[in-house]
């Protein structure tokens, strides 16, 4: 009788994965390779290193501290500065109790990577070019913050009921902070004309996003109504506000909508200006929940008729769920769309951030430092936009990681 001997089997070896290793793979596998990659690595160093030295001896940039109120809120009163830091931490403070109550059953919601952020940013305040006193002010916010998420959590898991009375509170807190920048009612009236900068391009930017986003999604389901009046209507208003630039649309509503009013009779031009970015982009947030509705097989339906659920129920509990879950990333990037339109504005006589800037560079003691200050308004917008990506790539993983 023969005996066999088994030899037993071992996973394969995995390559070492060093630097070196990693380089060779993938940037000099061959002699094309290398030589695109030291082309782009001299390219990038010169210019990275010409960018240095222009930042560091010819660039001037007391343009940014010299103006930084004038960029952020504009000709706001400085008397009246305390209001807004008072909007600024209602806002924070209920951002982070949100924060808290949505994420309670995380079993660590400040890691380490969110207190990192924390530190730089609590850094980057201490280092901004304001006085002493304001700084501990944005720092004790930022505390605030942090200490609104800890309690938030601790609520959320002791009465998670807690979660449906958020928007009702978020609705009320845009209603105060209108108030605060606005005044009446006990404060002194500030006029629209003198709101700009950041906090104005903010402003449009949020009340745009939110009533664009309910009248987009009426407008998809409306497109995919099989009654043909609504049908034709919501496709050509869509068709039609998709055709024209945004830049007409706003003045259109600069020039003509007061023409349809009582004589003597002119809205606010800010009111004028959202109107314009709300009807411009719920047509594009039609076509993109659109996509998200096509997406969604027919058997969805069916077996919500089977169950005996009625269209709106079958339409909110189960089709549209699912729908606005696969247009997160086209959504999120037409509210960052929105967000850089707002700079359009300027061309109809807003004051925004890119407004504003064209008025600091209009100054005589300031003609030519267009690098220093562009440059500046770009890293603000792309740091809104980076944490608006990063915020819509965290729900779309939490939503993922449900099902």
């Known amino acids: ?118 530190g730089i940013l609590a850094l980057v305040l201490l280092l901004l070019p304001t006085s002493f006193p304001y700084r501990l002010v944005l720092l004790a916010i930022e505390a605030f913050t942090i200490g609104m998420i800890v309690i938030g959590k601790q609520v959320g898991n002791r009465s998670p009921a807690i979660a449906q009375w958020l928007p009702l509170a978020w609705v009320l807190t845009f209603f105060i902070a209108l108030w605060l920048m606005r005044g009446g009612f006990g404060l002194d009236v500030v006029p629209t004309t003198a709101w700009g900068g950041w906090i104005l391009t903010i402003f449009m930017s949020v009340v745009s996003i939110v009533l664009s986003f309910p009248f987009g999604v009426l407008l998809a389901l409306g497109r995919q109504s099989s009654l043909p009046v609504i049908h034709w209507l919501c496709t050509a208003y869509i068709e039609i506000i998709r055709g024209i630039p ?107 951030l890119l407004g504003i800037s064209r008025s600091i560079l209009a100054n005589p003691l300031y003609i030519g430092r267009y690098a220093e200050v562009y440059l500046f308004i770009g890293a603000l917008y792309w740091a809104v936009c980076y944490i608006m990506s990063w915020a819509a790539r965290r729900l779309e993983a939490r939503l993922n990681s449900e099902h």
């Not at 070492?16 to 002699?31: G, V």
């Not at 309670?104 to 952020?117: A, F, V």
Request: charged letters at 10%.
């Open 1 to 118: 009788m023969t005996t066999l001997h088994t030899v037993p089997t071992s996973a394969p070896s995995k390559p070492a994965s060093t630097p070196t290793a990693w380089l060779r793979k993938n940037l000099f596998n061959s002699w094309f390779n290398s030589l695109l990659t030291i082309a782009i690595v001299l390219i990038l160093g010169r210019t990275l290193f010409g960018f240095i030295s222009w930042a560091t001896s010819a660039a001037k940039w007391q343009v940014i501290p010299a103006n930084l109120p004038i960029f952020f809120v504009g000709r706001f009163p400085a008397d009246q500065y305390w209001r807004l830091d008072l909007m600024l931490a209602i806002i924070a403070g209920l951002g982070g109790f949100t924060w808290g109550v949505v994420g309670r059953n995380q079993p660590k919601l400040l890691t380490r990577n969110l207190l990192i952020g924390f």
């Open 246 to 352: 945004l830049i007409s649309i706003l003045f259109i509503g600069l020039v003509m909508v007061p023409l349809f009013l009582p004589a003597g009779s002119r809205p606010d031009l800010v009111l004028r200006a959202i109107l314009g970015l709300t009807l411009f982009a719920a047509a594009y947030q039609a076509e993109t929940i659109r996509g998200g509705l096509q997406a969604i097989p027919k058997g969805q339906t069916e077996a919500a008729n089977a169950l005996g659920l009625n269209t709106p129920l079958t339409l909110g509990l189960i089709v549209l769920p699912q729908a606005l879950k696969i247009s997160i990333p086209a959504i999120v990037g037409l509210f960052i769309s929105l967000l850089q339109d707002t700079t359009l504005v300027a061309i109809v006589g807003l004051s925004d």
